[in-house]
T-cell receptor, first 115, second 115 residues
Framework: NAGVTQTPKFQVLKTGQSMTLQCAQD?????MSWYRQDPGMGLRLIHY???????DQGEVPNGYNVSRSTTEDFPLRLLSAAPSQTSVYFC??????????????FGPGTRLTVT | AQSVAQPEDQVNVAEGNPLTVKCTYS??????LFWYVQYPNRGLQFLLK??????LVKGSYGFEAEFNKSQTSFHLKKPSALVSDSALYFC?????????????FGTGTRLTVIP
């Protein structure tokens, strides 16, 4: 299994540009999430999905959109990039239930810089 | 709302000495508590969790954590530190502002093991 994969690894955007961060998992996990990691602030949840066709907002959803058309993929869209969105973005997935619920698997991250 | 706090941004320990990374929690009801580790330029990896049962939980790479209900703590420990343990450690709790489906992460503690 490849686990959770993310592309691209690095991205530089100009203010106002849009882009999509890709995330895919091959473990048939129901739950998928997007976090951003900023120094001194830990990980903050942006959006999450409990299954295909179902998404919801996390702690810091403004400026981001998500969709989940398949179990495997959970892309994150930046609508109009702002310098405040400079961060490292992590995608994660996990099973909905069972003894390993809440054990999240994280992708390697995308480092985004907005100038 | 559920939350965790990691009071130390940085912990330094000599190789071979015992290490402790601190975490305190605030929850209503029974806590689901977790530790994750992040090595440089990588995503987070699950280390261990407490849901119920023994207060001493054993996890990956020789780490363990002690759940203490009276002190509302869930400190991460290892009897003998290795240089390769140097990483960023995150405590997390199920729940928080985004609901029971998600984890709320602390701000992280950087552990440096000195040879």
């Amino acid at each position: 299994n490849a686990g959770v994969t993310q592309t691209p690894k690095f991205q530089v955007l100009k203010t106002g540009q849009s882009m999509t961060l890709q995330c895919a998992q091959d473990m048939n996990h129901e739950y998928m999430s997007w976090y951003r990691q900023d120094p001194g602030m830990g990980l903050r949840l942006i959006h999450y999905s409990v299954g295909a066709g179902i998404t919801d907002q996390g702690e810091v959803p403004n400026g981001y959109n998500v969709s989940r058309s398949t179990t495997e993929d959970f892309p994150l869209r930046l609508l109009s990039a702002a310098p405040s969105q400079t961060s490292v973005y992590f995608c994660a997935s996990r099973l909905a239930s069972s003894g390993r619920a809440y054990e999240q698997y994280f992708g390697p991250g995308t480092r985004l810089t907005v100038t | 709302a559920q939350s965790v706090a990691q009071p130390e941004d940085q912990v330094n320990v000599a190789e071979g000495n015992p290490l402790t990374v601190k975490c305190t929690y605030s929850v209503s009801g029974n806590p689901y508590l977790f530790w994750y580790v992040q090595y440089p330029n990588r995503g987070l990896q699950f280390l261990l969790k407490y849901i119920t049962g023994d207060n001493l939980v054993k996890g990956s790479y020789g780490f363990e954590a002690e759940f203490n209900k009276s002190q509302t703590s869930f400190h991460l420990k290892k009897p003998s530190a290795l240089v390769s343990d140097s990483a960023l450690y995150f405590c997390a709790v199920r729940g928080g502002r985004t609901g029971a489906n998600n984890l709320f992460f602390g701000t992280g503690t950087r552990l440096t093991v000195i040879p």
